[in-house]
């Protein structure tokens, strides 16, 4: 049983130790999703870890929205609605021992004893650490892509010009 658990905490660490991949977020809590609004209209999120930064969460959400795109039969795409999400939390690590003693005190009927903390899980250091989520929400269409309108994208452009920026999990 010892060895499972193990195995399990070894598989998590390795798992947080990279940026969240080109993935769905089906099978983890980090990646892309989507939800059809119309039949031209989708909302889309792609959730990154904390060693994911901005850019590349911004990246996999417009190659999410051009893939969609050409899946579905269009040309290009409009976002109609644009936002990241940062957040940042303090993380702990560095903890201390489970029977670390804070300090010694005094009984009249046992003498001098060592004081153990109750909360012997508090970490000895933090660091800041953040996650984005970029969500957006497109509207896609057939035929040439208005060429005035700064929130509109040709779907295969974008394809072209972002995929040697996308990292796919390893197969297996």
Partial sequence: MRTLLLAVAAGLLTACATATPYQPADTTTYGFHEQRIENNRL????RGNTLTDRETVETYLLYRAAELTTEAGFDYFIVANRDTEERTRLQG???????ASDFWYYSPRRGWRPHYDPFWDEPTSYREVTRYEAVA???MFNGQKPANDPDAFDAREVQANLQGRVVRP???
Avoid: K, L
């Fill in 43 to 46: 909302r889309i999120s792609f």
């Fill in 93 to 99: 690590s560095g903890y201390r021992p489970r029977f």
């Fill in 137 to 139: 929400e497109i509207a």
């Fill in 170 to 172: 390893p197969e297996g």
